[in-house]
């Protein structure tokens, strides 16, 4: 039994899969490590890996791209063990690695891709708010008149200059349909609003 398994391992045309296994392993230990002392080495592989790659649509992935090499090793080595295997189980012999490492390298990228694109699909997406930042910002009342109590809809823009209809309410007094105000505070579903005086300069007739 160790015999045979030394032959397998030290198996010249296994080698390049033996490899693979390998530095999935040594990945594995030195990403653990690296996760505490603060020395990772997907990091260094981020800064070595070319941009085209990096912003290939086929890596566009909500996970770590560090498993996407991660999976690249496992299923070259395990095509490149089966093809080994059934060679062997036929001819009760490898081939030299040179002639297995093109098609196992075809069926791991193929596996490699369909596996990350499942995964993409199974992970629960990041909940990234764009939250527009609308306080302290000037709009007009454009519906209404608004009172504590009952607000009225305003047009504001953002620093895009994106156009929005919001609910706008004073904190006391009232904001009269046109009336010129900047946004103060949000609160709940609305903004409290402060009328602005028709002499401020601020404002052109153009803005809004």
Known sequence: MNTAMLEFLYEPALIPFHISVLLLILLSMAETFGNYIGLRPSSFLKKISPS???ESP???VKFSKVLIFVFFLINFSFAGYFLQLVI???KQYFL???YVILPALVIAIFFTVFLIHCLDQVMKRKAIENKVVLLGRLATVSSGNARPGFSAQARVRDENGQLHYIQVEPEFGELEFQSKIILIRFRKSHYIAKKISKS??????DEF
């Open 52 to 54: 085209w790659l990096i």
């Open 58 to 60: 086929l890596v566009q």
């Open 88 to 90: 062997f189980a036929s």
């Open 96 to 98: 030299a690695w040179y």
């Open 200 to 205: 401020n300069d601020l404002f052109s007739s």
